[in-house]
């Protein structure tokens, strides 16, 4: 590998490995980090359920109900006993005030003949619990309900609105605990606000079903005094990742500017290196300029000019480049006329 090309790659390296330092810094210099911040409050959040499904009597199931996640034959069932629990709670003194209710929502989904995804039919909400509202001098919500379920009058419902029109139909039964709550903690301004549903789903119009507990159990964290990180900014973290910012950009820009003027190739540089691999056995190049005091010059437009003349005469061309990488001259001494062709230069010649 060629040196140049290596320490090229060496500085690039080193310049984005500044460019990511700089990003660093100034992220960095933004944030507070959390040890270093005011913790306000705590807050855990608590969502449960549980059921039994109790049975009608019958030939085959002795037991007076069944627990929960098992597979239940719609038959057999007289109604479903269920527990809602709800808990929310912070670490400092506060006051709270919350409204919930519980609902059944009867949902019936419609499914075309080959597809399998269903679009929504028809709904119906049922009131199970009313709306209830309270307010407590207190940093904790505990809410425990006890529901009856009738199943059968759901699975009915549905039955009957299937046989009156006919339709493929998907058909579930969510009965829901739904909170609203406000926590106020006297140390902060902000009110810490709880919106949640906890979620009992059961299949309809089957011969079996499954009961879904569908909701998030736990939801907790730490809230912490945000005017502090506000305010803060880290002034010298910031000036030194935008130095180191600018400072490798530049870098990298100059390593491609080098890297490009190296690797273009200037018309002189074309123009001669076209010549000599065409005409290298007739020119010769020599390092030290050609002595013409007190000859005669004849300049001469084109190098196929002097090739005429290097014909004519049989002597050799010599090549002097007078300015590296810029400027050459072609010349046939012959008694005392030097007939002369210069390449790039002033006259930018061209073959």
């Known amino acids: 590998m060629d040196n140049n090309v290596g320490n090229n790659l060496k500085k690039i390296c080193i310049f ?17 980090p959390k040890e270093d911040m005011k913790m306000l409050y705590a ?3 608590t969502r449960n359920s549980d059921y039994k499904v109790y049975l009608k009597n019958n ?21 479903i006993d269920a527990n809602f629990r709800y808990n929310y709670n912070v670490s400092q003194k506060a006051t709270s005030k919350y409204n919930y209710s519980v609902i059944a929502e009867l949902n019936v989904e419609y499914y075309p003949t080959g597809q399998a995804q269903g679009t929504k039919l028809w709904s119906k909400e049922y009131e199970i619990i009313k709306p209830k509202n309270v307010e407590l001098n207190t940093n904790q919500i505990n809410i ?12 009915k419902e549905v039955k009957g609105f299937k046989e009156q029109f006919g339709l493929p139909i998907k058909s579930y039964l969510d009965v829901k605990l739904i909170v609203n ?16 549903v906890i979620d009992l789903r059961m299949d309809l119009n089957g011969q079996v079903f499954n009961i879904i507990q569908n909701y998030e159990p736990v939801n907790k964290g730490q809230v912490f005094d945000e005017a502090i990180n506000k305010n803060e900014i880290n002034i010298i973290l910031l000036i030194v990742g935008i130095a180191l910012f600018v400072f490798s950009i530049l870098g990298i820009l100059n390593i491609f500017r080098k890297i490009f003027l190296s690797n273009r190739k200037t018309d002189y540089e074309i123009a001669l290196n076209r010549i000599l691999k065409n005409y290298g056995d007739i020119v010769a190049e020599i390092v030290t300029p050609t002595e013409i005091d007190g000859l ?14 290097e014909e004519e005469l ?19 001494i012959n008694d005392n006329i030097v007939y002369r062709y210069i390449l790039g230069g002033r006259k930018h010649n061209h073959q």
């Open 16 to 32: 984005f490995i500044a460019l990511f330092i700089s990003f660093i810094c100034i992220v960095k210099s933004f944030n507070t």
């Open 43 to 45: 807050y855990n959040i």
């Open 59 to 79: 030939n085959y199931i002795n037991q007076q109900y069944m627990g929960m996640n098992a597979t239940y034959i719609t038959e057999l069932v007289d109604y």
């Open 144 to 155: 425990n309900e006890n529901v009856k379920i009738d199943f059968n009058k759901f699975n």
């Open 181 to 196: 709550s406000e926590i106020n903690v006297s140390e902060s301004e902000k009110i810490q606000k709880d919106n949640s």
């Open 296 to 309: 005669k010059i004849i300049d001469v437009k084109n190098f196929d000019q002097l090739l005429d003349i």
């Open 314 to 332: 049989r002597m050799p061309i010599l090549f002097y480049e007078t300015i590296e990488g810029e400027e050459g001259e072609f010349t046939i």
